[in-house]
């Protein structure tokens, strides 16, 4: 078999790629095509105390023993899934643009090949694919197809001590009845598996691509500079698919470990492969927001709200705080219970009280300046991350200063709720970085998004990221692939 482009990978990155290509192209993709209301009843009929692990790990599981994907240490929460779509079938559609910040630090070996000017435009056509949703207030001047509703609500609600705050920024598929409006979201239930196919996934990004299923991709062969065939391993038995250029979109972990089953030429900085691994390390806490009342359930859409007085950056760590939109846990509202006010028998104004009660989330960066570092060796991916455990202290830093800026906002911080997943482990599923473009000298693709020493060989996904701050990746994806698109079309 002989194609012009192929294209690995049918998720957000592969998908956007082949949408906008000009010439023929083929994507294949590992992954047998499932249906997802399928997939929600298994999912239903699994124990109740079971559900959220099988949501990611059981419920996408495939039927072929070759999409087992990698174990990844303990100490790595992340995960992911080896189905048509990929990974984007259990993102919760909170679409974020990275920070203007993280493109423009001088973080020497770090540095993105562009500024933030080069990709807003990218971002705002991606916004449009993804079907995004967005706050009127929100401050990165999206270009949503609708505003989400509800959100004044929240505004009025948090007005008094977060003035800044507002509604994450969502992907919706689009609804049955009106192909130009947005998804059905009830802002309930679990995204992965929504019974209204709500958010956007990458098999709801339209092209007229050929798609491969149940192929699997194990290694390039190489003659000199130019890979030349792409060796399979399919249910029906071996396949050889030959081609003038190829996009290597697997996945920030599958990529990698196809590049390094591949003879690389000489020229492949493979001592970088596998370096630089970021994700997320979490932290989950909670304030009381003293004669605020929080509206709950009053947008149109699962959703977080961003607190910008509640971010920032740190020794050389970018945090994002979100405040959860959905009612507090037990732990959060025993601690902000005012027990003066229920000593004196005043039991409905300590109950209303309590209607002040916010859970946050916090994402922090795992800086690549760690080296949290993936490795191949005995047919297996293995990680080193002592990067992380040596430098994670510096978590605690950054949440001893979150409780600073809430008690100056006059918020008053539920200390008794607080959990530091970060001192255990980190992982967010955002699996980035391995295969960074940096403008360093460490960098393995080039700005033309092509692996350095390779003649034909790009790659696409968030393993390019040299540096993703707290935000998650999947509109820089897109946006990126979108960028990728255009430079080979103006490439013989």
């Not at 920030?252 to 001592?271: A, F, H, I, T």
């Not at 809430?406 to 980190?426: D, Q, S, W």
């Amino acid at each position: 078999m002989f194609v012009e482009t192929l294209i690995i990978g049918n998720g957000f990155a592969g998908r956007t790629v082949a949408r906008d290509l000009k010439g023929p192209c083929l994507l294949v993709e590992r992954g047998e095509k499932f249906n997802i209301f399928e997939r929600r009843q298994r999912f239903m009929q699994m124990q109740a105390d079971d559900r959220h692990d099988a949501l990611i790990r059981r419920s996408y599981v495939s039927k072929h023993a070759f999409n087992t994907p990698e174990e990844l240490p303990a100490d790595c929460a992340s995960d992911y899934i080896l189905v048509d779509g990929g990974c984007s079938n259990h993102w919760g559609g909170l679409s974020f643009r990275l920070s203007a910040n993280v493109f423009s630090r001088d973080a020497g070996s770090f540095r993105w090949p562009f500024d933030y000017q080069v990709i807003e435009p990218y971002y705002r056509e991606a916004e449009q694919l993804l079907r995004i949703s967005a706050d009127p207030r929100d401050p990165d001047g999206r270009n949503p197809l609708s505003a989400i509703k509800g959100v004044s609500h929240w505004h009025q609600a948090l007005e008094g001590y977060f003035p800044q705050a507002y509604i994450g920024a969502q992907a919706h598929n689009l609804s049955v009845e009106n192909t130009q409006g947005q998804g059905v979201c009830m802002g309930a239930g679990d995204c992965e598996l929504c019974p209204m196919d709500a958010k956007t996934r990458s098999l709801h990004i339209r092209n007229d691509v050929e798609v491969l299923n149940e192929v699997l991709v194990e290694r390039l062969h190489f003659e000199g500079e130019k890979a030349v065939a792409a060796v399979c391993h399919t249910p029906k038995g071996p396949l050889t698919i030959r081609f003038d250029r190829v996009v290597v979109a697997a996945h920030g972990v599958e990529s990698l470990k196809l590049l390094w089953r591949s003879n690389l030429p000489p020229g492949v900085p493979q001592e970088f492969m596998g370096h630089y691994y970021q994700d997320h390390a979490v932290a989950e806490l909670a304030c009381h927001l003293p004669g605020a009342k929080i509206p709950f359930y009053q947008v149109n859409t699962a959703a977080q709200v961003v607190i910008p007085e509640l971010s920032g950056e740190q020794d050389g760590i970018e945090y994002t705080t979100l405040g959860l939109m959905t009612p507090p846990g037990d732990a959060a509202l025993a601690g902000s219970l005012n027990l003066t006010k229920l000593n004196d028998w005043s039991v409905g104004e300590a109950v209303a009280d309590l209607s002040g009660t916010l859970s946050l989330y916090v994402l922090l960066e795992i800086p690549p300046e760690w080296d949290v570092s993936l490795f191949y060796e005995a047919d297996g991916v293995h990680m080193d991350t002592d990067g992380y455990h040596g430098n994670k202290h510096l978590y605690d830093k950054v949440i001893e200063t979150l409780y600073s800026k809430m008690e100056t906002l006059g918020v008053i911080p539920v200390r008794a709720a607080e959990r530091r997943h970060y001192h255990n482990a980190f992982g967010t599923h955002h699996l980035v970085g391995m295969l960074n473009m940096a403008d360093g000298d460490n960098g393995v693709v080039d700005p033309d998004f092509r692996l350095k020493g390779s003649a034909n060989v790009y790659v696409a996904g968030s393993s390019l990221f040299p540096r993703c701050g707290s935000r998650n990746p999947t509109v820089t994806v897109v946006a990126l692939g979108l960028m990728l698109a255009e430079k080979l079309n103006g490439k013989p």
